[in-house]
Protein backbone atom coordinates (compact mmCIF):
# COMPACT_ATOMS: atom_id res chain seq x y z
CA UNK A 1 0.00 0.00 0.00
CA UNK A 2 2.89 2.73 -0.43
CA UNK A 3 1.01 4.36 -2.96
CA UNK A 4 -1.80 5.46 -0.40
CA UNK A 5 1.02 6.32 1.60
CA UNK A 6 2.37 8.61 -1.05
CA UNK A 7 -1.11 9.56 -1.70
CA UNK A 8 -1.84 11.05 1.94
CA UNK A 9 1.65 12.08 2.21
CA UNK A 10 1.13 15.30 -0.75
CA UNK A 11 -1.92 16.82 -1.94
CA UNK A 12 -0.17 17.37 -5.04
CA UNK A 13 1.65 14.03 -5.72
CA UNK A 14 -2.08 12.63 -4.52
CA UNK A 15 -4.05 14.67 -7.29
CA UNK A 16 -1.55 13.31 -9.28
CA UNK A 17 -1.67 9.56 -8.91
CA UNK A 18 -5.45 10.24 -8.72
CA UNK A 19 -5.28 11.74 -12.16
CA UNK A 20 -3.43 8.46 -13.38
CA UNK A 21 -6.07 6.14 -11.49
CA UNK A 22 -8.70 8.19 -13.35
CA UNK A 23 -6.92 7.30 -16.18
CA UNK A 24 -6.21 3.86 -16.05
CA UNK A 25 -9.97 3.23 -15.37
CA UNK A 26 -11.07 4.80 -18.03
CA UNK A 27 -8.48 3.07 -20.50
CA UNK A 28 -10.16 -0.37 -19.16
CA UNK A 29 -13.56 0.36 -20.11
CA UNK A 30 -12.51 2.59 -23.51
CA UNK A 31 -9.06 0.88 -24.42
CA UNK A 32 -9.35 1.61 -28.03
CA UNK A 33 -10.35 5.66 -27.26
CA UNK A 34 -7.78 5.50 -24.38
CA UNK A 35 -5.12 4.09 -27.08
CA UNK A 36 -5.22 6.12 -29.79
CA UNK A 37 -5.76 8.93 -27.27
CA UNK A 38 -2.49 8.36 -25.22
CA UNK A 39 -0.81 7.60 -28.91
CA UNK A 40 -1.70 11.38 -30.92
CA UNK A 41 -0.92 12.89 -27.25
CA UNK A 42 2.64 11.39 -27.31
CA UNK A 43 2.66 12.23 -30.86
CA UNK A 44 2.15 15.91 -29.83
CA UNK A 45 4.94 15.91 -27.28
CA UNK A 46 7.82 14.39 -29.39
CA UNK A 47 10.72 16.66 -30.16
CA UNK A 48 9.75 18.40 -33.29
CA UNK A 49 11.09 22.42 -34.25
CA UNK A 50 9.91 22.68 -30.81
CA UNK A 51 11.84 20.86 -27.84
CA UNK A 52 9.64 19.01 -25.11
CA UNK A 53 10.51 21.24 -23.14
CA UNK A 54 8.99 24.56 -25.09
CA UNK A 55 6.41 21.98 -25.35
CA UNK A 56 5.09 21.09 -21.98
CA UNK A 57 5.71 24.94 -21.39
CA UNK A 58 3.36 26.39 -23.57
CA UNK A 59 0.87 22.83 -22.41
CA UNK A 60 1.46 24.56 -18.79
CA UNK A 61 0.46 27.47 -19.59
CA UNK A 62 -2.62 26.22 -21.95
CA UNK A 63 -3.62 24.49 -18.76
CA UNK A 64 -3.41 27.50 -16.32
CA UNK A 65 -5.75 29.55 -18.93
CA UNK A 66 -7.98 26.63 -19.00
CA UNK A 67 -7.95 26.36 -14.96
CA UNK A 68 -7.31 22.55 -15.34
CA UNK A 69 -5.85 21.76 -11.96
CA UNK A 70 -4.96 18.27 -12.86
CA UNK A 71 -3.19 19.36 -16.16
CA UNK A 72 -1.38 22.05 -14.59
CA UNK A 73 -0.18 19.83 -11.99
CA UNK A 74 0.68 17.14 -14.57
CA UNK A 75 2.38 19.71 -16.84
CA UNK A 76 4.64 21.72 -14.15
CA UNK A 77 6.05 18.03 -13.32
CA UNK A 78 6.44 17.97 -17.34
CA UNK A 79 7.90 21.31 -17.20
CA UNK A 80 10.90 20.06 -14.39
CA UNK A 81 11.27 16.35 -16.03
CA UNK A 82 12.67 18.56 -19.46
CA UNK A 83 14.94 20.52 -17.51
CA UNK A 84 12.72 24.00 -17.09
CA UNK A 85 13.88 26.27 -14.43
CA UNK A 86 11.58 27.82 -11.84
CA UNK A 87 12.19 31.11 -13.60
CA UNK A 88 11.06 29.61 -16.86
CA UNK A 89 7.68 28.56 -15.67
CA UNK A 90 7.13 31.56 -13.49
CA UNK A 91 7.85 33.39 -17.20
CA UNK A 92 5.33 31.08 -18.85
CA UNK A 93 2.86 31.41 -16.20
CA UNK A 94 3.52 35.17 -16.19
CA UNK A 95 2.29 35.61 -20.13
CA UNK A 96 -0.86 33.25 -19.38
CA UNK A 97 -1.82 36.22 -16.40
CA UNK A 98 -1.68 38.48 -19.51
CA UNK A 99 -4.36 36.50 -20.89
CA UNK A 100 -6.45 35.08 -18.48
CA UNK A 101 -5.50 37.82 -15.95
CA UNK A 102 -6.39 37.44 -11.89
CA UNK A 103 -7.95 33.58 -12.34
CA UNK A 104 -4.90 32.82 -14.22
CA UNK A 105 -2.37 34.43 -11.43
CA UNK A 106 -4.51 33.15 -8.70
CA UNK A 107 -3.32 29.53 -9.54
CA UNK A 108 0.01 30.54 -10.28
CA UNK A 109 0.59 31.78 -7.38
CA UNK A 110 -1.02 28.69 -5.40
CA UNK A 111 -0.78 25.24 -7.28
CA UNK A 112 1.48 25.94 -9.63
CA UNK A 113 4.24 27.62 -6.79
CA UNK A 114 3.19 24.34 -4.43
CA UNK A 115 3.88 21.89 -7.39
CA UNK A 116 7.08 23.56 -8.30
CA UNK A 117 8.22 23.43 -4.48
CA UNK A 118 7.00 19.65 -4.30
CA UNK A 119 8.30 17.98 -6.99
CA UNK A 120 11.62 20.12 -6.46
CA UNK A 121 12.11 19.62 -2.62
CA UNK A 122 14.20 16.16 -3.13
CA UNK A 123 16.29 17.75 -5.88
CA UNK A 124 17.21 21.16 -3.92
CA UNK A 125 19.97 21.40 -1.30
Given at each position: ?????????????????H??????????Q?P???????????????????????????A?A????????????????????Q??S????????????????????????????????????????
Amino acid sequence: MEEQHYEESSSIQGALLHYKEGMGRFAEQMPDIAHKYHEFSEACFQEGSLSKKEKQLIALAISLNAQDEYCMIYHVKGCLDQGASKEEILEAVAVTGAFGGGAALSQAVTLIEDSITEFTEGFLS
